[in-house]
């Protein structure tokens, strides 16, 4: 593997030296950059508010206040909003999933007759702006076509428009077109049907792009802020992101602090402990980012 300093650069001590040192620079900026903020926001959340304006530079409070977190849990009724945000992810990844694998496997196993034009159509999606189609989107939850009925202030307002992902759906593609179809081919010989061979063969098989798209779209659902501020005027229905904005007109400094901390914490725990998947699944589909 080509490397921008040569083996015998690196042999010699003057050439170790340097690529050591900026490595370690450049690590230390990463950590500065991946951690700084999140320690940030745990030093806030347990500083009072009068020395988060006396001090906001401080490392480390002066008299650390760990019962912010308590306060936050019974004052603010953070795990009240957090479960509504549980509630919200999980419809939101089951749709996302279930449409990405069916149209990622229509696309690239049963290769319709008419599947270049869908899947073309499917990317130009990727094009529009999220905020230009948010007006028709909620003109169609309102008054969902054939069924008429009315979806605003509940979950089904955010589960079924996520599943409208067309990243999603191009990377279960991608996934698919790389998996070997003589093994579709012979399943199809032995009698299998088009939900076996995707049930018993692909699905076995795409383990790692399943937890890809899986982690997009917890990702994506935990941080969606201007949707659900659209389809959900429910305080009571409401998902943390959106909580937040309205606890930050009441509640004091260092208690809005120490619940954005909470509420950072479960995808920062997600992302870790399954990073692993999300590098292996991108690195199968051939998606740089």
């Given at each position: 593997?080509?490397?921008?300093?040569?083996?015998?650069?690196?042999?010699?001590p003057?050439?170790?030296?340097?690529?050591?040192?900026?490595?370690?620079?450049a690590?230390?900026?990463l950590?500065?950059a991946?951690?700084?903020p999140?320690?940030w926001?745990?030093?806030?959340?347990?500083?009072?508010?009068?020395?988060?304006?006396?001090d906001?530079?401080?490392l480390?409070?002066?008299d650390?206040?760990?019962?912010n977190?308590?306060l936050?849990?019974?004052?603010?009724?953070?795990?009240?909003?957090?479960?509504?945000?549980?509630?919200?992810v999980?419809?939101s990844?089951?749709?996302?999933?279930?449409?990405?694998?069916?149209?990622?496997y229509?696309?690239?196993?049963l290769?319709?007759?008419?599947?270049?034009?869908?899947?073309?159509?499917?990317?130009?999606?990727?094009?529009?702006p999220?905020?230009?189609?948010?007006?028709?989107?909620?003109l169609?939850i309102?008054?969902?076509?054939?069924?008429h009925?009315?979806?605003?202030?509940?979950?089904?307002?955010?589960?079924?428009?996520?599943?409208?992902?067309?990243?999603n759906?191009?990377?279960?593609k991608?996934?698919?077109?790389?998996l070997?179809?003589?093994?579709?081919?012979?399943?199809?010989?032995?009698g299998?049907?088009?939900?076996?061979?995707?049930?018993r063969?692909?699905?076995?098989?795409s383990?790692?792009i399943?937890?890809v798209?899986?982690?997009?779209?917890?990702?994506?659902?935990?941080?969606?802020?201007?949707?659900?501020l659209?389809?959900?005027t429910?305080?009571?229905?409401?998902?943390?992101?959106?909580?937040?904005?309205v606890?930050?007109?009441?509640?004091?400094?260092?208690q809005?602090?120490?619940?954005c901390?909470?509420?950072?914490?479960?995808?920062v725990?997600?992302?870790?402990?399954?990073?692993?998947y999300?590098?292996?699944?991108?690195?199968?589909?051939?998606v740089?980012?």
């Amino acid at each position: 593997m080509s490397t921008f300093v040569s083996v015998a650069a690196r042999r010699r001590p003057a050439g170790r030296a340097a690529l050591l040192t900026v490595t370690g620079i450049a690590l230390a900026l990463l950590v500065i950059a991946g951690v700084g903020p999140l320690y940030w926001a745990f030093k806030g959340a347990i500083s009072s508010p009068t020395e988060l304006v006396t001090d906001p530079l401080a490392l480390w409070p002066a008299d650390p206040r760990w019962e912010n977190f308590a306060l936050v849990w019974t004052r603010l009724d953070i795990g009240h909003y957090l479960l509504n945000s549980l509630w919200v992810v999980a419809g939101s990844w089951a749709v996302q999933l279930f449409v990405a694998v069916t149209a990622g496997y229509a696309l690239s196993v049963l290769r319709p007759r008419f599947g270049p034009a869908v899947y073309a159509a499917i990317l130009a999606t990727m094009f529009v702006p999220y905020t230009v189609s948010m007006v028709s989107l909620f003109l169609t939850i309102i008054d969902v076509p054939l069924i008429h009925l009315n979806l605003a202030n509940t979950y089904w307002a955010i589960w079924l428009p996520a599943g409208a992902n067309a990243f999603n759906v191009l990377i279960a593609k991608r996934f698919f077109d790389a998996l070997p179809h003589e093994l579709f081919d012979a399943a199809k010989v032995d009698g299998a049907n088009v939900w076996q061979v995707m049930v018993r063969i692909v699905m076995p098989m795409s383990r790692p792009i399943l937890a890809v798209i899986s982690l997009l779209a917890v990702m994506h659902a935990w941080k969606d802020f201007i949707w659900p501020l659209v389809a959900i005027t429910d305080p009571a229905k409401q998902p943390i992101a959106v909580a937040l904005s309205v606890l930050a007109k009441q509640a004091p400094q260092d208690q809005l602090i120490a619940a954005c901390f909470l509420a950072l914490l479960p995808p920062v725990l997600l992302f870790l402990v399954f990073q692993r998947y999300m590098v292996d699944g991108l690195g199968f589909t051939g998606v740089k980012g």
